[in-house]
């Protein structure tokens, strides 16, 4: 069960739907991988060599792709260039990208964060401070939430165990370094952001943990 807007509402787990599609990452892109689990050798793998060879003709082929594919790109391709130029222009940020954490809040504002503490104990670089409370008699929300960010190490871990997706990676980058460490250290109102804001990466994780089968 989960508080929504005052009321009690019952929660099923249900197949993920989203509702937009602004990650703009087809599914067959994010399918996860084949992992090879076996340890075991084949022949030719126990031969070294041809493994060794293998590498080098591969690091070799994108070495001379990247090298003369600039000057004189491959036939049907167009010449790319990923300069930019920052600050005037702006990259792309790819919705995979782990910003400073956010938390994510209800349409009325208020914080989504149920203050059970898993990311605090989960994050590994100690950087979140949590004392949660009460309100409107059962509703348990942070009273303070704050995070060293001087400390934290963009590992994502906070954003994974949380039950609520009240804690996502933002895209926020900018304005983040600073001579003070003081300035460093985010309080709730510092971190918290609406669900239209964080939609992107909102929309990315769902998908991401949903092939994961959490
Ligand atoms: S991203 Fe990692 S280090 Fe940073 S607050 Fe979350 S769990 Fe802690
Ligand atoms: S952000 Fe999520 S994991 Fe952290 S205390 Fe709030 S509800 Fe729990």
């Known amino acids: ?8 509402v019952e929660t099923k787990k249900a197949p993920y739907k989203p509702e937009y599609r602004v990650g703009d990452i087809p599914d067959d892109v994010l399918k996860a991988k ?10 030719w793998e126990k031969l070294y060599l041809p493994e060794i060879i293998r590498g080098l003709t591969i690091t070799s082929r994108h070495f001379f792709q990247n090298l003369i594919g600039f000057v004189i790109p491959p036939a049907g391709k167009k010449r790319r260039i990923d300069t930019i130029y920052y600050p005037e222009e702006k990259p792309v940020i790819p919705p995979a990208f782990r910003g400073r ?26 950087c979140i401070y949590i004392i949660g409370g009460e309100r409107r008699g059962d509703e348990r929300y942070p009273v303070i939430y704050n995070l060293d960010l001087s400390l934290c190490i963009f590992c994502g871990f906070c ?6 997706e009240a804690i996502v990676m933002s895209d ?8 003070d460490r003081e300035s460093m250290l985010y309080t709730k109102e ?3 952001m609406s669900e239209k804001e964080l939609s992107t990466r909102l929309d990315y994780v769902r998908r991401i943990y949903d092939k994961c089968n959490y």
């Open 159 to 164: 954003e994974e165990v949380c039950p609520k």
């Open 34 to 43: 084949n992992v090879r689990i076996s340890v075991d050798l084949t022949l």
């Open 190 to 192: 510092q971190l918290m």
């Open 101 to 126: 954490p956010s938390l994510v809040t209800w349409p009325d504002g208020r914080e989504k964060c149920v203050a059970c503490g898993l990311c605090e104990s989960i994050c590994p670089a100690q």
């Open 172 to 179: 926020i980058y900018e304005d983040l370094a600073t001579y």
């Open 1 to 8: 069960m989960e508080h929504k807007n005052s009321e009690i």
